[in-house]
Nanobody, 123 residues
Framework: QVQLVESGGGLVQAGGSLRLSCAASGRTFSTYHMGWFRQAPGKEREFVAVISRSGLYIYYADSVKGRFTISRDNAKNTVYLQMNSLKPEDTAVYYC????????????????WGQGTQVTVSS
């Protein structure tokens, strides 16, 4: 089992940047694939990015490709989401998720979730 805690959210102007972190408990972080998802008010939770256990495989949603970068540091049990050129439509609660299976874009397939961190982008 793994517990996840996100941090780094906040209020930023359009065009700005934020870096989200997700710290995982336990010694088995490197055995989990890690994903970032987001949920805006009134909308379903949507896939943002995923990184494989080793960091070798990475995928992004088309809406964030070229602006967001996912990375992980297995020595620090942490996964990051660097968000650049932020847009008002990026406003949402951002969640990290973990699973031992390669689940990519499907939220329901991830076993473990953090509590979320709010990102608000003003125009």
């Amino acid at each position: 089992q793994v517990q996840l805690v996100e941090s780094g959210g906040g209020l930023v102007q359009a065009g700005g940047s934020l870096r989200l972190s997700c710290a995982a408990s336990g010694r088995t972080f490197s055995t989990y694939h890690m994903g970032w998802f987001r949920q805006a008010p009134g909308k379903e939770r949507e896939f943002v990015a995923v990184i494989s256990r080793s960091g070798l495989y990475i995928y992004y949603a088309d809406s964030v490709k070229g602006r967001f970068t996912i990375s992980r540091d297995n020595a620090k049990n942490t996964v990051y989401l660097q968000m650049n050129s932020l847009k008002p439509e990026d406003t949402a609660v951002y969640y990290c998720a973990a699973d031992s299976g390669w689940n990519t874009v499907t939220p329901s397939a991830y076993a473990y979730w953090g509590q979320g961190t709010q990102v608000t982008v003003s125009s």
